[in-house]
C-alpha cells in the first residue's frame, strides 16, 4: 500500500505536467478537495526536483496541511450547521417557521431527530444522517428546515410531502452526477490508506469520535472510522519528507466556502495563515454561504441559470494573470440561501416546501443540473 500514497500520484502529476510543458505553455494546476492536499505535495516536490515547473495554483476547498484532519471531520460538519442554523434563525422566512434565535432553531431540530412518527418513517431511522448528507448539496440543503418543520407538525398533507420531496430532491441529485464532464474515479481503499496515514486517522480516538457524534446536533459519524481501522492493524506508511507548508514564490489562490461541510472554511484560513509565511505570493477568498467546490456551487443572483460561477470568474481571472489584483466584487451578488425555495426551476423541485403536499412528482431535472453542474 506505499505504493499509493499521496507522494506516488504527486510524481505521476508532476511526470505529467513536464511532459506537456516541455511542448511549451505554462503550466497552471487547480486541485480540490483531497486534491489540494495532492497540490501542495506537488508544489513541495517540484520546488527540489523540477524548479519553475509551475506557473500558478488554485485550492478549492481546502484540505491544508496539518489541519485537514480526517478525525476531526464531526466536528466541521457541526460547525457548518450551527452556522447554518443561526442563518435561518436571521432569515425572516426560515425564522418565522423554526424560531427567530439560533436556540429555538436548534430545540426545533432536536425535537424532529427524536421524533418518531409518520413523518419520519421514510427516513428508516437515518433522519440524522440524510440531513447531514443535503447539508453538503447547495439546492437540497434548502429541504433540511422544511423537512424539521413538516415532521414535527406531521400532518396528512407532511406525510404525503416528504418522501416526494425526498424522491424529487434525490431524482435531481442523481442528474447533477451525469452531468458534469468528468466521472470521478474513487477508491475508497486508497481513501483509509492516505486517510490513516497522513490525514490524521492513525491519532485519533475511537471512543472520543463516538462520543462526539453522539450529541452533535448534525455529523454523519465518520471522525471514528479512520482510528478504528487502525486499531484492528490498517498499515500506516511513514510521513513523506516533502509533507508540510508550501515555501515557494509561485502565486497560490485558495477560494473556500463558508458553509462547506467537508473542507471547512477554518481549515483553510489555518492553513493560509501559514501558508503566507512561506509563499509571500499567496491569497485565501471566503465564499458566504457556499458548499464544498467553489468553482461549481458559487452561484450569483444575476446569472442563477447559467454555468458562470463567481469562483470560476475568480479563478479565469488568476490564471489569466496571477500576480495582478483580483476582483472578486462578485463574492458580494452569491445567490446566498433562499430558504423559502429556488423559485428558477422550472421543474419547481423546492417548491411547496413548507406547505401542501410538496408539489407534483418530476419527470426531468435537467434544469436543476445544469444550475448545479
Known amino acids: 500500500m506505499d505504493g499509493f500514497s499521496t507522494d506516488k500520484a504527486a510524481m505521476d502529476t508532476i511526470n505529467l505536467i513536464r511532459y506537456f510543458k516541455n511542448q511549451g505553455g505554462r503550466a497552471l494546476l487547480y486541485g480540490f478537495s483531497y486534491g489540494t492536499y495532492l497540490s501542495t505535495r506537488i508544489i513541495n516536490i517540484s520546488e527540489k526536483k523540477y524548479p519553475d515547473l509551475l506557473d500558478a495554483v488554485i485550492l478549492d476547498g481546502v484540505c491544508g496541511g496539518k489541519y485537514c484532519n480526517f478525525t476531526k471531520y464531526d466536528e466541521n460538519q457541526e460547525v457548518v450547521a450551527l452556522r447554518f442554523i443561526d442563518r435561518c434563525a436571521n432569515d425572516a422566512f426560515c425564522s418565522s417557521k423554526l424560531g427567530t434565535s439560533a436556540s429555538e432553531v436548534l430545540k426545533n431540530f432536536d425535537k424532529a431527530i427524536k421524533q418518531n412518527n409518520k413523518c419520519t418513517k421514510p427516513f428508516d431511522g437515518l433522519l440524522k444522517s440524510v440531513l447531514v448528507t443535503a447539508m453538503a448539496h447547495s439546492v437540497m440543503r434548502l429541504l433540511i428546515p422544511a423537512f424539521i418543520y413538516r415532521i414535527n407538525r406531521c400532518s396528512d398533507d407532511d406525510v404525503i410531502a416528504i418522501p416526494l420531496m425526498m424522491k424529487n430532491a434525490l431524482k435531481a441529485k442523481e442528474e447533477d452526477s451525469k452531468s458534469g464532464p468528468v466521472t470521478l474515479p474513487f477508491s475508497q481503499i486508497i481513501n483509509f490508506n492516505i486517510g490513516i496515514s497522513e490525514l490524521q486517522g492513525r491519532f485519533g480516538s475511537v471512543n472520543e469520535s463516538k462520543k462526539f457524534s453522539e450529541k452533535c446536533h448534525l455529523c454523519g459519524s465518520q471522525s471514528s472510522i479512520y482510528p478504528y481501522l ?91 494573470n496571477p500576480f495582478t489584483k483580483l476582483d472578486a466584487s462578485c463574492t458580494e451578488k452569491l445567490l446566498g440561501l433562499p430558504f423559502s425555495g429556488y423559485k428558477y426551476t422550472r421543474e419547481r423541485i423546492t417548491s411547496d416546501l413548507y406547505e401542501g403536499r410538496g408539489g407534483k412528482e418530476t419527470k426531468s431535472s435537467s434544469s436543476l443540473a445544469r444550475i448545479n453542474k
Open 230 to 320: 487502525f486499531s484492528l492493524g490498517f498499515h500506516a506508511y511513514n510521513e513523506s519528507k516533502y509533507r508540510g507548508v508550501p515555501v515557494t514564490k509561485i502565486p497560490i489562490l485558495l477560494l473556500n466556502g463558508d458553509l462547506d461541510p467537508q473542507t471547512g472554511s477554518e481549515w483553510a484560513e489555518n492553513f493560509y495563515y501559514d501558508l503566507k509565511e512561506t509563499s509571500p505570493n499567496s491569497q485565501l477568498i471566503k465564499f458566504p454561504n457556499v458548499v464544498h467546490h467553489v468553482l461549481g456551487n458559487s452561484l450569483m443572483e444575476e446569472v442563477v441559470e447559467s454555468d458562470d460561477t463567481c469562483g470560476y470568474q475568480i479563478a479565469v481571472q488568476f490564471f489569466e
